[in-house]
T-cell receptor
Framework: SAVISQKPSRDICQRGTSLTIQCQVD?????MFWYRQQPGQSLTLIAT?????????ESGFVIDKFPISRPNLTFSTLTVSNMSPEDSSIYLC??????FGPGTRLTVT | DQQVKQNSPSLSVQEGRISILNCDYT??????FLWYKKYPAEGPTFLIS?????DKNEDGRFTVFLNKSAKHLSLHIVPSQPGDSAVYFC??????????FGTGTRLQVFP
């Protein structure tokens, strides 16, 4: 099974700024996914990132707010843009085998 | 539209007894189901899965049962241990598509 790491593990950011979260996988994977878990909530899929194509966003999520890069088969980034306190969540990347990274805990003040 | 539902937000079980966590789904196209365990501030940890062609899968203390006609699955943990205390999520997917998660059940195992 894939081993996934994320950076940063946590961050506290000011309103209006942007944060880029990195996801690194120890093996090549076709599909990578970005999820969000807001406090007390379930995991919600933000987008699917396939190498060599534009990310596919779920309803309620847009590229301008959550731009995603997928430069190769082992790496992806998610940017949370123009942050507000409502963006305070745990952001998780996942791969097609169902494995998850440890998450990035974001607090926006 | 909640396609995967866990109707019990919490469950409390005595150590050594059986824990049964339930999950219902609405999409008949789902063909693969997974259970995850999650501690606060950590990513979900995969526990056990089941394909729609099976009705039971067992791995140590964990057994997952699938009732396709009822669109229901359950996770049995026996015997329950205090270290099992966590939030458990069921998830489902169609083909190799994205995972849809339930709302989670917080399990507490007390001595």
């Amino acid at each position: 099974s894939a081993v996934i790491s994320q950076k940063p593990s946590r961050d506290i950011c000011q309103r209006g700024t942007s944060l880029t979260i990195q996801c690194q996988v120890d093996s090549q994977v076709t599909m990578m996914f970005w999820y969000r878990q807001q406090p007390g909530q379930s995991l919600t899929l933000i987008a699917t990132a396939n190498q060599g194509s534009e990310a596919t966003y779920e309803s309620g999520f847009v590229i301008d707010k959550f731009p995603i890069s997928r430069p190769n088969l082992t790496f992806s980034t998610l940017t949370v843009s123009n942050m507000s306190p409502e963006d305070s969540s745990i952001y998780l990347c996942s791969v097609e085998g169902g494995e998850f990274g440890p998450g990035t805990r974001l607090t926006v003040t | 539209d909640q396609q995967v539902k866990q109707n019990s937000p919490s469950l409390s079980v005595q150590e050594g007894r059986i824990s049964i966590l339930n999950c219902d789904y609405t999409n008949s196209m789902f063909d693969y189901f997974l259970w995850y365990k999650k501690y606060p501030a950590e990513g979900p940890t995969f526990l056990i899965s089941i394909s729609s062609i099976k009705d039971k899968n067992e791995d140590g203390r964990f057994t997952v049962f699938l009732n396709k006609s009822a669109k229901h699955l359950s996770l049995h943990i026996v015997p329950s241990q205090p270290g099992d205390s966590a939030v458990y999520f069921c998830a489902a997917r169609a083909n190799t598509d994205k995972l849809i998660f339930g709302t989670g059940t917080r399990l507490q195992v007390f001595p």
